[in-house]
């Protein structure tokens, strides 16, 4: 089973400029995670996709970031323009969660777009 | 507050000693329980899920929840080099609904 997979691996743009990560989750899992790590501090979550719906984007920091995920297969990311604090890891995950139970089954990662805005 | 605090280390043991990961927790309501190994430029791997208070052992590994105390830890026995990576705590519960919140990681190095 291939696991999650996430591109580019690194991202170097400047302050003002556009970027778009990319995600495939695990093939069959309805349930599609982005969370963010900035240094020093812990993983935090962005939003949660079941299928193609946004189920919670509480966690997306303004609206410069826009998430979609086409068909409920592979999910996008989009930071537009880019500011300095945005730079981070990226890390998407998924799970095979039954419907309304996401809590209860646990992440599976891609390794990550390591993201530098300069 | 943070929701889960974690100390960073970094921890140093020599290769075969008993390493002890701690997580502390703020929120009672947290009922699942996961550690995750992360090496370095790689995403973090499950290692451990459970659910609620106890242990759960597999492997070299054993996994402890005091619910009472809202304290997890992760224990690795005869650690080895291949061990040597950040641990990560993440707990989740239903009424935090889709969100799963992570410990800062703790960096351990095995030393042979």
């Known amino acids: 089973e291939a696991g999650v997979t996430q591109f580019p691996s690194h991202s170097v743009i400047e302050k003002g400029q556009t970027v778009t990560l990319r995600c495939d989750p695990i093939s069959g899992h309805d349930n599609l995670y982005w969370y963010r790590r900035v240094m020093g501090k812990e993983i935090k979550f962005l939003l949660h996709f079941v299928k193609e719906s946004k189920q919670d984007e509480s966690g997306m920091p303004n609206n410069r970031f826009l998430a979609e995920r086409t068909g409920g297969t592979y999910s996008t990311l989009k930071v537009q323009p880019a500011e300095l604090e945005d730079s981070g890891v990226y890390f998407c995950?998924?799970?095979?969660?039954?419907?309304?139970?996401?809590?209860?089954?646990?992440?599976?990662f891609g390794n990550g777009t390591r993201l530098t805005v300069t | 507050q943070k929701e889960v605090e974690q100390d960073p280390g970094p921890l140093s043991v020599p290769e075969g000693a008993i390493v002890s990961l701690n997580c502390t927790y703020s929120n009672s309501a947290f009922q699942y329980f996961m550690w995750y190994r992360q090496y370095s430029r790689k995403g973090p791997e499950l290692l451990m899920y459970?659910?609620?208070?106890g242990n759960k052992e597999d492997g070299r590994f054993t996994a402890q929840v005091d619910k009472s105390s809202k304290y997890i830890s992760l224990f690795i026995r005869d650690s080895q080099p291949s061990d040597s990576a950040t641990y990560l705590c993440a707990m989740s519960a239903r009424n935090t609904g889709n969100q799963f919140y992570f410990g800062t990681g703790t960096s351990l190095t095995v030393i042979p």
């Open positions: 459970t659910y609620s208070s």
């Open positions: 995950a998924s799970s095979q969660a039954k419907t309304g139970r996401s809590y209860n089954s646990p992440l599976h």
